[in-house]
């Protein structure tokens, strides 16, 4: 089965820096990956997510790269502010199961 | 996101007993999945259907059973509950495999 990778387990930036998570996966066959934003005592939620057929996916200040050749996959954040404080969860397809697999998370803490 | 609610929303049990979580969907999708969270350990999938036909077991399914009453309805069973099932439980629903999943706002249980 897929197996996810996920780094660092914990980052923190002051308020306008950048911020980097990078994942790494194992099934060469998977084609889809999800990023999960996960607020304190909230269920998880979709921030952004990238096919295979494109290298990188931007919605405002978030952007995602896939590198396929190398399994890697990485999230970025820009300008980060306060309310970006969560954990994160990035995750891939388990081709031959049509599940998710996801990576352990990285809590990110933004201070202002 | 109330297309997605999970009762109860915490428990107490005592080791041996049976228990059940619920999950209901209005979203009208056919895939739901049941994921457990454990601090440091991200969401692990324990039990998955894509319609009322169809369960399957996932990464960590040793201790649990489900039923799909119906497309709306997806119940988690604790047939004989340990401490080591005291975690954060997760409901969440999708269209595909490649779409958003839709997680309930989970169920908190400790077993003593």
């Known amino acids: 089965g897929e197996n996810v990778e996920q780094h660092p387990s914990t980052l923190s930036v002051q308020e306008g820096d950048s911020a980097v998570i990078k994942c790494t996966y194992s099934?060469?066959?998977?084609?889809?990956f999800p990023w999960y934003k996960q607020e304190l005592g909230k269920r998880p939620q979709l921030i952004i997510d990238i096919r295979s057929n494109v290298g990188e996916k931007k919605d405002q200040r978030i952007a995602v790269t896939l590198n396929k050749t190398a399994k890697h996959f990485s999230l970025h954040i820009t300008e980060t502010q306060p309310e970006d404080s969560a954990v994160y969860f990035c995750?891939?397809?388990?081709?031959?199961?049509?599940?998710?697999?996801f990576g352990k998370g990285t809590m990110l803490l933004v201070s202002p | 996101d109330a297309d997605v609610t999970q009762t109860p929303r915490n428990r107490i049990t005592k080791t041996g007993k049976r228990i059940m979580l619920e999950c209901s969907q209005t979203?009208?999708?056919?895939?739901m999945y049941w994921y457990r969270q454990d601090p440091g350990l991200g969401l692990r999938l324990i039990y998955y259907?894509?319609?009322?036909?169809?369960?399957n077991k996932g990464e960590i399914s040793d201790g649990y059973s489900v039923s799909r009453q119906a497309q709306a309805k997806f119940s988690l069973s604790l047939e004989s509950a340990i401490p080591n099932q005291t975690a954060l439980y997760f409901c969440?629903?999708?269209?595909?495999?490649?779409?958003?999943?839709?997680f309930g706002p989970g169920t908190r249980l400790l077993v003593l």
């Open positions: 259907s894509f319609d009322v036909k169809d369960i």
């Open positions: 969440a629903t999708a269209t595909s495999p490649q779409e958003t999943q839709y």
């Open positions: 099934d060469s066959a998977s084609n889809y």
């Open positions: 995750a891939a397809e388990n081709s031959g199961y049509s599940t998710l697999t």
């Open positions: 979203k009208g999708h056919d895939r």
